[in-house]
């Protein structure tokens, strides 16, 4: 038991994997358990199983594996991810189950296979099955097939595949397991019940035995289909309806039911395909034209053998068809003929549709044998016409069998009709339309009255079938001339006739008298309903009728026939005129029909009056129309001579047609009267009136056809032009729906040649308005009219050129008239719109000229002769123009034949010869598809490009003249596809995924085409892989991607999920399958019926969506938008309409908020995938079905795009009007717009790029910033999308990218785009790097996240990407990054190759060159969600998002941002500026006098305050909060205009300048300026280096602007450094920038050749000059030191450039005698030495000039001469002293100079000693300064001593106190010396304290002891001083920054000793502390307009001191933003 114990306490999985058995069954135990209490399916628990049941099943142990069954079994029924594993637990059972004695095991292996089923695995279950019978155990054998069969028992022959399973089953028979073969027959019995007898010819080579044993058992079974029992998880609604039936026990379904199971399963796919062609005999093709008909025999009955194959492979069976053709129709033996017809027989079963090709060239000819008497010929023939009619379709027969119908010979007519007969029994009403139907009505109707009996039967039984197919209410319009006899014989074979498979015909109701009441047949029972349909027009009028018919406009549909349409009223006899008196005496007054014939007018005018007052109250039902209008015809009748009352009569004529029911036998009575006075001057009106009201009542088509031929057969023009007139009108009042232009072409030609130019003008305005309907096929009816003419022609039809056509005003109002109009609809989805307009033109039949010499041309071996038939061939179609669809058997062969042709100029010929067929046969083309059209497809697999374009353009000549129904019938396309051609692939998936979008619906054989693509799908070559994957939506949109995903069960695994994946892609971007078009009233008022006949039959298809009619005005454009749902209302549909008017968005308060911390927690999924997945949409769904109008969303999640692009439209329209709710739900829409990134359609795409655009300005305009939780789910996805190939599209996205920046940190942006660095896509990658570049100009390199360093590694790496834009884009973005921050970019960098390194430099050399302007953005600040700008200028307040010290840039960029302002608000003028930014002078005077008093508030309480210090370095820390609060206005006014410096903008920054000159002229105004000098100074350098790199090179600036600004800079630092106090503020790494920048300004050869260029250089030069002399003369030359360093080193500047520096350092070098003393002699030296270590001696030897040794060698020695021995001294800032060859050099020049003497002396003795001539008598001053020295000793007067010291030193500057300090201590002397020093900055730097930002020396963060002296803190800084360096700590930061300028006055020489190491420096190290004061500055200002309090937290102090530690500044930003949220 110990060993139990430790398997024990093992978790559940542990235990299933155990090594002991007991360990596993109990862990099977708990398993079952645990699986049966887990409720949720998706439950994690269950992915921990997953690996194991398959062990589960396998366990070796038979009592564990029991326990194993059972668990894998509950695992299987209740775990989503069970399907997993389908595949090798059900091998496993198959192996290790089956073969197991105990029955239990067994049963529970067959339920864990029926499980697997049930949850979808059918096919691997079935596979797995499959694969077990080859297992050489038959006990596994016998356990297969019975699991097979219980599964076909259960789940039926839909769910379980039957092909696999029979193929396999006759190889069961033959086992030598008896077990085996009887497990075999009780699976054939189970198969036999689902497909009856399509089980048989699978079977019939096994033992007869056998067989006759299942016959036995087949007899047994019942009739009735066997019905599934059990249901996927999918078919759980059939489940319930099942389960329902089996409680009520009824059987409704039974039949619909049956017809399913028959249409499942048909034998023919059960069977294996043979293959023939190769098996005919050799000489078979000579033996066939033998003379001895034996032989003949003996090759048919060769063939006849192989044809018996009930099912062949397809190949190229043409010629032996033409050879058996041959037989059929020229053989002389009948023998030979019946045996060549079974061949044909046998080779259509066999082949099925894909004989369909060669169907057209054998028919005729059948159809032509039937002349034959003998019953075995007769039969053999109709046997074969049969089998051929199944492979192809009656539509593409018609013209055939009408050829043959007016035949003279009784017995073709009798078996044409019997065929005909036998056809319509396989047609349904959707395969049987009205425009096939009618052509073969007609013909049969003429042989129902045919002499030969045997015809009419024949016509009758015909007529019958057609009718039980289509209903007797289809049928009868074609009737109409019937008489009743006939008709009851034709209804007596209806009811005969008995349709394949037991389906009730479409007439049920045939008995029925009232044809009105049968019910509609069952295909049309969905789009009518019940009440009478009506004419296509609908008449709108009578609104009691049913809803209207669905019909275009534009199409004639079917009208050409319909002379007399009106069944109904036609047969209203004509009355007599007795009868007619009678009539009319009943319903008129006696007096008005006696009047009617009155001498006198005006008795005949008063009876006029009373007949329509009569006509106006008559009842409309009784009204007797004929007579009245035969009253009015009576004498005078129309022979009326006053106008008043023809008038009157021909109104009262009017007024009858509109309200009886006028039929047409009445209009006939009254036509004559009203076309004579048409032309009548005064009764024309009225006439007119009345012929329209006649064509209201009779239709217009009708009307108009009479009425032109009789005002022809007249010869008064008038009447001729104002009918043409008349027609013109009300073509346009009625639309031109069925109008016969046939009818009245010939009368509009006779009109054209009429002498009479009225007559002309009116037919040719009438043609016009034809025109608008018809298009450009009208004029091939006048091209042989003259020139003269057909020129007036052409002019009237430019134009309507572009004109739409009206929408119809009138309508016939009959509603039953449309009784025979009853299958209108569905013959138009089968045509499309107006073919009829086509049908028209008179078309010429040329198959007489097809002879069979032109044929045998076209296949001759010559090529020239090939091309001659050719040539041939386009003559005559040419000459022809409009050809019939007949064009003989052989010339589609042959021009196939030329498809194939070697010689590819005669397959561009053929190609351009089948366009020419095209356009000249029309819709009649369809027949030729199959044999002429599919070998188009296989000429786009051409090698030559020009070839597969002419083949692209012919085959789409041919399908719009087809439409695609016929080529994705069959197998032929799919054929095509197999072949592994790559062109042939790419073109033709490029034309499916064009043409099936537009399809509404397609034919299954589409499904044959699926392996294929998939193929295609991993094809080798990439454009085919492309294309497949394009393809693949719209192969969805028709198949569904259950059906699709489902045929991915034949590929290999690896194959199968990489197309599983593709298909979920597919399926996100699936196009909306186009709706079915609503048969209600249209939502399209014709406006825009197509143009021209092409554009009408473009798309059959797909154009009738919206071709509809419309009905009532109300309606329009609504029911467009509903399309199928039109069916609703029209007030209904307004209601919607108006719904839409509400907000689209709904304002949910914190809805968002809630929304990210739901996905924060992972409560909802997070927005982050590759491509979209449903559970992504849906969840998107769920979250905007809260906050989106219902309505909407709806629209935005439409399968059909077009619904997007409105709802987007919707969108941007609201966005103004719903900004707000927008904001709210923003990251929703956001989420949805990312979806449609996805989607593959430019329509969708450029209409979401549109509104992005405008809301990122919206949002911009509102101050919103993007939340990190929206631009995660939205940027990504954005930047997928600039890799797009549109170039309209990238320039779109970069835009909003840009915009994007403006409402989200540029910062943030950046790792977006640097990942969309990392695409495949080479244009994606390009974009993101360019746009990288961009970020980096725009906003300096502080974006470059995480560091620079790095980020910059990343894109360097792309400069070596095979892509040649990416590497461009790579460098121009490290060229940027040079721009920005110069060399440093190669450390930046890192290690290139080589290469890479060399194209670098080059680009980098060439953009020197043409430096482009650094663009000024802003990015958006990451602040506060939407907080509200306090006033218009608040914007520029906005706290930019600083994070890196790259500072150069970044002042650069906010010294921009105002010119970026300007630019927004297009102001350029100064003036502008508001208020708060111009300086006001007055106002900073009152400034100063308020602030006098601040000194004690400054200290106030200082210890409490500060906390002691922690660290080495001092902090500096502005004084106190309040101290700038008061001091807010003045400076952050000096710093914002110091900014506009700097501006891009000339303007802006001359503007700026001349402020700050204006200040800088008036000597007590400019003190405000100090503490601002650096920044000042770095705003100028800045200007000069944009005016160098970008003004300079922009052309398209004026150059005196440039000198103009020039002028004000130099102007602004002459007046600078004209005041010495301002100028020595000037930092060390300032001056060297400014220096630089003035002496590239020098040396800008640019500059001189501009006008007043000189005088500019002669002012730099001046200006150079006062810059050496005022500025710190320490500072001074530190800077030209490393300014020359530099220019040294990088050798790229101008040679002239260090020659100047060096001139400097000259110049520099000549006032060292004066400026010995106050100079740091200290920091030169450590300088000096830096440079010699970039150029050691040796180094600067080999230099070519040795100018920069001779002139280093002079500084050393001016200064070793100047100061002696005691130089060496000053050697204290260098780290290691024996390292520098400065200290060997100074002692060498020392000893040379022999001044080795005074080397201890004191220091500060040497320097002021030698000037000691000048002194005034040593005892004098020795007294004064001893009484001097005595009080500054005592403790109470030491500060008066000071005061006294400093008045002293101040009266006589160049006193001497050494002598009274050499003996004091070093604290003493240091104390001296910062007393002197405070006492100067109270009384000198009062103006100083109290504008600039920080007082220099009391901003000093220490704390102090609690000493009690009122000391000033800077004494006991000093004291802190002292102690830090004796301890060695250096106070690196303070002066590490800037050295010491921050010293007011000179220093006195003790200075030297307390001077700590500075580090070279420059202007970009001071950057932060300037920007930080600028921004703060600018926070104030916010703060101050957002009446913030003042409290300390709210004011943040600026540092105007430059030696303001980073530390301190970065903390107290972080501060600021803190205090800010």
């Not at 998107?1180 to 987007?1208: G, N, P, Y």
Request: net charge neutral; hydrophobic share 40%.
């Amino acid at each position: 038991m110990g060993d139990d114990s430790e398997w024990m306490k093992l978790s559940i999985d542990q235990k299933c994997e155990h090594k002991v058995w007991k360990a596993r069954l109990n862990g099977y135990e708990e398993a079952l358990k645990l699986f049966q209490r887990i409720e949720d399916e998706k439950s994690p628990e269950w992915g921990k199983y997953l690996g194991l049941i398959k062990k589960f099943v396998t366990d070796s142990n038979a009592v564990a594996q029991l326990k194993g069954l059972e668990a894998a079994l509950a695992f299987i029924e209740n775990a989503h991810v069970a399907g997993k594993t389908t595949g090798e637990v059900v091998s496993g059972v198959v192996t290790k189950v089956f073969n197991q004695p105990k029955a239990r095991a067994k049963e529970l292996g067959t339920d864990i296979c029926l499980m697997y089923i049930e949850i979808e695995k059918a096919e691997v279950v079935q596979d797995e099955l499959l694969k077990g019978l080859d297992n050489k155990n038959p006990k596994i054998v016998v356990a297969c097939i019975e699991a097979l069969r219980k599964a076909l028992s259960e789940f039926g022959s839909k769910i379980v595949t039957l092909k696999p399973v029979v193929k396999i089953l006759s190889k069961q028979f033959e086992s030598r397991e008896k077990a085996v073969r009887d497990e075999a027959k009780l699976l054939a019995v189970e198969i036999y019940k689902w497909i009856r007898d399509a089980l048989r010819p699978p079977l019939q080579n096994i033992n007869s035995v056998q067989l006759k044993e299942l016959e036995e058992e087949w007899v047994k079974l019942p009739s009735s289909p066997p019905k599934q029992t059990r249901f996927l998880r999918s078919q759980q609604d059939l489940k319930a309806k099942f389960e329902q039936q089996q409680a009520i026990g009824g059987e409704q379904s039974d039949g619909e039911d049956e017809t399913d199971t028959v249409a499942a399963v048909d034998a023919y796919e059960l069977l294996e395909a043979v293959e023939i062609l190769s098996k005919m005999p050799k000489d078979f093709y000579e033996k066939i034209e033998a003379k001895k008909w034996q032989e003949r025999k003996e090759a048919l009955e060769a063939v006849e053998a192989l044809t018996k194959n009930p099912k062949l492979e397809n190949g190229d069976y043409g010629d032996l068809v033409r050879a058996l053709k041959k037989v059929v129709g020229k053989d002389a033996n009948v023998m030979l003929v019946s045996v060549a017809a079974k061949c044909l027989a046998g080779l259509a079963t066999g082949l099925r549709k894909k004989f369909g090709t060669y169907a057209g060239q054998v028919v005729p000819t059948i159809l032509e044998k039937f002349k034959e008497k003998k019953p075995q010929v007769v039969q053999a023939l109709q046997e074969a016409i049969d089998a051929i009619f199944l492979t192809t379709t009656l539509q593409n027969l018609s013209e055939d069998i009408l050829a043959v119908m007016d035949n003279k010979n009784p017995s073709i007519k009798q078996q044409a009709s019997l065929f005909l007969a036998r056809s319509f029994r396989h047609c349904t009403q959707a395969t049987l339309p009205k425009s096939v139907l009618k052509p073969l009505c007609a013909a049969l109707i003429k042989q129902v009255n045919d002499s030969a009996p045997e015809v009419r039967d024949a016509a009758f039984e015909a007529l019958g079938t057609a009718m039980k197919v289509v209903g007797e209410k289809a049928v009868n319009p074609f009737l109409a001339d019937l008489d009743k006899l006939k008709l009851d014989k034709i209804k007596e074979c209806a009811d005969k006739v008995e349709l394949p498979g037991g389906k009730k015909g479409g007439g049920k109701g045939v008995d029925k008298k009232p044809a009105a009441k049968a019910p509609p047949p069952a295909a049309e029972a969905p789009h009518k309903s019940s009440a009478p349909p009506r004419k296509t027009q609908s008449a709108a009028s009578k609104p009691s009728a049913g809803p209207s018919k669905k019909g275009k406009p534009t199409s004639a549909a079917g009208g050409k026939s319909k002379k007399n349409p009106d069944s109904k009223e036609i047969t209203e006899s004509e009355l007599s005129a007795e009868v007619s008196e009678e009539l009319a005496a009943g319903v008129l007054p006696a007096s008005c029909i006696q009047q009617l014939d009155s001498a006198n007018w005006k008795e005949r005018l008063a009876s006029m009056e009373e007949f329509q007052r009569a006509v106006e109250t008559m009842d409309t039902a009784v009204m007797p129309c004929q007579a009245l209008v035969r009253m009015l015809a009576k004498k005078p009748g129309w022979k009326e001579t006053n106008f008043q009352v023809m008038q009157m009569k021909l109104h009262i004529v009017a007024l009858i047609c509109r309200r009886g029911q006028f039929s047409k036998t009445s209009a006939s009575v009254v036509l004559d009267g009203l076309v004579d006075k048409v032309g009548d001057v005064k009764c024309g009106g009225n006439a007119k009136e009345g012929l329209t009201a006649i064509g209201e009542a009779c239709s217009l088509p009708w009307t108009a056809e009479q009425v032109v031929s009789m005002v022809f057969a007249q010869k008064n023009p008038k009447n001729q032009a104002e009918t043409l007139n008349w027609l013109a009108n009300a073509m346009k009042e009625f639309g031109f729906a069925g109008i016969n232009v046939k009818g009245f072409i010939n009368n509009v030609k006779t009109a054209l040649g009429a002498t009479n130019p009225a007559v002309r003008t009116a037919a040719i305005t009438l043609l016009g308005v034809m025109y608008l309907y018809m298009g450009a096929p009208l004029r091939m009816f006048f091209e042989d009219e003259k020139p003269a003419l057909l020129s007036q022609i052409d002019a009237e039809f430019e134009k309507m050129q572009g004109q739409s056509p009206p929408a119809p005003m009138r309508f016939t109002k009959k509603a039953t008239a449309a009784e025979e109009e009853g299958d209108e609809g569905e013959e138009q989805e089968e045509d499309g719109g107006g073919q009829d307009i086509m049908d028209l033109l008179p078309r010429t039949d040329i198959s007489d000229k097809i002879t069979s010499n032109l044929v045998s041309k076209i296949e001759d071996k010559n090529w020239k002769i090939r091309k001659e038939g050719l040539d041939e061939t386009a003559a005559i179609i040419s000459e022809a123009k409009f050809i019939t669809a007949n064009i003989g058997g052989e010339l589609p062969l042959a021009l196939k034949g030329r498809l194939g042709d070697s010689n590819k100029i005669l397959v561009q010929q053929t190609l351009t010869i089948l366009q020419q067929l095209a356009t000249a046969m029309g819709p009649g083309l369809k027949q030729h598809v199959k044999a002429l059209g599919i070998s188009i497809v296989t000429v786009l697999g051409d090698s030559k490009p020009n070839v597969r374009t002419a083949a692209m353009t012919t085959l789409q000549a041919w399908v719009e003249q087809t439409g695609m129904k016929e080529w994705l019938e069959g197998e032929d396309l799919s054929e095509e596809l197999k072949r592994e051609n790559p062109f042939l692939r790419q073109e033709m998936l490029g034309w499916l995924a064009e043409k099936l979008p537009n399809m509404r619906t397609v034919p299954g054989d589409l499904m044959l085409c699926v392996p294929h693509l998939y193929t295609c799908l991993e094809d080798r070559n990439g454009d085919v892989r492309k294309k497949a994957q394009e393809a693949l939506p719209t192969f969805m949109m028709h198949l569904g991607y259950d059906k699709m995903s489902k045929a991915t069960g034949k590929l290999k695994p690896s194959s199968k999920d990489q197309v599983l994946a593709m298909l979920e892609k597919a399926r996100a971007v699936m196009p909306a399958k186009l709706a079915a078009p609503a048969k209600t009233g249209g939502g399209k008022s014709s406006a825009e019926p197509s143009r021209s006949a092409s554009a009408s039959r473009s798309q059959p298809a797909s154009e009738e969506v919206d071709g509809k009619p419309e009905v009532k005005k109300v309606r329009g454009g609504v029911a467009a938008k509903k399309g199928a749902a039109g069916k609703k209302p029209a007030a209904k549909s307004q209601k919607d309409e108006e719904d839409k008017s509400g907000p689209i968005f709904i304002l949910f308060p914190n809805a968002k908020e809630q929304r990210i911390k739901e996905e924060k927690q992972l409560k909802i999924l997070k927005w982050n995938f590759i491509t979209p997945r449903d559970e992504y949409v849906e969840q998107l769904k769920t979250q905007m079905s809260t906050c989106f109008a219902k309505w909407l969303q709806d629209e935005l999640f439409h399968f059909d795009f077009q619904r997007h692009v409105k709802a987007i439209g919707v969108m941007i329209e609201r966005l103004e009007s719903e900004s707000e709710a927008t904001i709210s739900c923003l990251d929703l829409i956001l989420k949805w717009f990312t979806l449609r990134f996805f989607d593959t359609n430019t329509t969708v795409l450029m209409k979401v790029l549109e509104y992005l655009k405008l809301l990122f300005a919206m949002l911009n305009r509102e101050n919103y910033h993007l939340t990190e939780y929206e631009a995660n789910s939205f940027a990504p996805y954005l930047i997928l999308k600039v890799g797009e190939s549109k170039d309209v599209v990238r320039k779109d996205v970069r835009a909003i990218l840009a915009m994007l920046c403006k409402v989200y940190p540029a910062s943030k942006v950046f790792p977006f785009l640097m990942d969309g660095t990392k695409s495949k896509n080479s244009k994606q990658r390009a974009e993101c790097l360019e746009e990288l570049g961009c970020l980096i100009e725009g906003y300096g390199m502080n974006v470059c996240q995480p560091t620079p360093a790095k980020s910059l590694k990343e894109i360097a790496v792309h400069i070596g990407d095979r892509d040649t834009s990416v590497r461009n884009a790579a460098l121009n973005t490290v060229v940027a990054v040079y721009n920005v921050c110069g060399d440093q970019v190669y450390k930046l960098i890192g290690n290139l190759s080589e290469k890479d390194m060399s194209m670098l430099e080059e680009r980098i050399k060439r953009s020197a060159k043409k430096a482009p302007p650094a663009p000024a953005k802003q990015s958006a600040p990451e602040r506060s969600q939407r907080e509200p700008p306090a006033n218009p200028n608040a914007t520029f307040l906005r706290k930019p998002a600083q994070e890196d010290p790259n500072k150069l840039k970044i002042m650069y960029r906010t010294y921009r941002i105002h010119a970026r302002q300007n630019a927004q608000h297009t102001e350029s003028s100064h003036p502008s500026i508001p208020k708060e930014f111009q300086l006001d002078l007055d106002m900073i005077e009152m400034d100063q006098s308020r602030v006098c008093e601040l000194p004690d508030l400054v200290q106030h309480k200082l210890d409490e305050l500060l906390e002691p210090i922690m660290i080495p370095e001092p902090k500096m820390r502005a004084v106190s909060p309040h101290f700038d609060d008061l001091h807010n206005s003045t400076a952050s006014t000096i710093n914002f205009v110091i900014s506009q410096v700097a501006s891009g903008d000339i303007n802006t920054s001359i503007q700026a300048l001349a402020q700050i000159d204006e200040v800088l002229r008036q000597e007590d105004k400019a003190e405000v300026m100090s503490g601002h000098i650096d920044q000042f100074l770095i705003a100028t350098f800045m200007q000069l280096r944009l005016i160098y790199s970008t003004h300079m090179a922009d052309d398209r600036l004026d150059k005196k602007d440039i000198i103009k600004l020039y002028s004000c800079i130099i102007g602004n630092m002459l007046s600078l450094f004209s005041m010495e106090s301002l100028a020595r503020e000037a930092s060390m790494g300032v001056l060297k920038d400014l220096m630089h920048g003035l002496i590239t300004l020098m040396l800008d050869g640019r500059v001189e050749d501009i006008e007043d260029g000189q005088q500019v250089i002669r002012s730099v030069n001046l200006l150079v000059i006062r810059v050496l002399e005022k500025s710190d003369q320490t500072n001074m030359i530190s800077a030209l030191l490393v300014l020359l360093q530099d220019s040294l080193v990088t050798t790229a500047g101008p040679p002239m450039f260090s020659e100047l520096v060096m001139k400097c350092l000259w110049r520099m070098i000549r006032f060292l005698p004066e400026t010995i003393n106050s100079i740091n002699l200290d920091r030169i030296l450590l300088d000096v030495h830096n440079f010699m270590k970039v150029f050691p001696k040796e180094k600067l030897k080999q230099l070519k000039s040795d100018v920069p040794h001779r002139t280093l060698k002079t500084l050393l020695h001016t200064l070793c001469k100047l100061t002696g021995a005691k130089i060496l001294d000053h050697l204290s800032m260098i780290e290691n002293r024996n390292e520098s060859e400065l200290e060997a050099h100074l002692r060498r020049v020392v000893k040379h100079s022999g001044n080795l003497s005074g080397l201890k002396s004191d220091r500060g003795n040497e320097k002021t000693g030698l000037r000691t001539e000048d002194r005034m008598s040593k005892a004098k001053v020795s007294d004064i300064l001893s009484e001097i020295f005595k009080k500054i000793g005592s403790k109470e007067n030491t500060k008066e001593g000071l005061t006294e010291l400093y008045e002293y030193k101040q009266k006589y500057s160049d006193a001497d106190l050494e002598p009274f300090l050499k003996n004091t201590s070093q604290f003493f002397q240091s104390y001296v010396e910062r007393g002197l020093r405070v006492i100067e900055s109270e009384r000198e730097g009062k103006a100083r304290i109290q504008t600039s930002a920080v007082i220099p020396q009391h901003g000093v963060d220490s704390s102090l002891s609690s000493n009690n002296e009122e000391l000033k803190p800077a004494v006991y800084y000093e004291r802190l001083k002292i102690l830090r360096q004796r301890q060695g700590l250096e106070n690196t930061s303070r002066q590490g920054v800037v050295g010491s300028e921050d010293e007011p006055q000179q220093r006195p020489p003790i200075s030297s000793l307390l001077s700590s190491k500075p580090s070279v420096a420059s202007s970009t190290d001071m950057l932060h502390s300037k920007l930080s004061q600028l921004k703060e500055s600018r926070e104030l200002y916010q703060q101050e307009h957002n009446a913030h309090s003042h409290s300390p937290t709210h004011a943040h102090t600026r540092s105007a001191s430059p030696a303001a530690n980073l530390d301190d500044l970065k903390k107290r930003l972080e501060r600021i933003k803190s205090n800010r949220q």
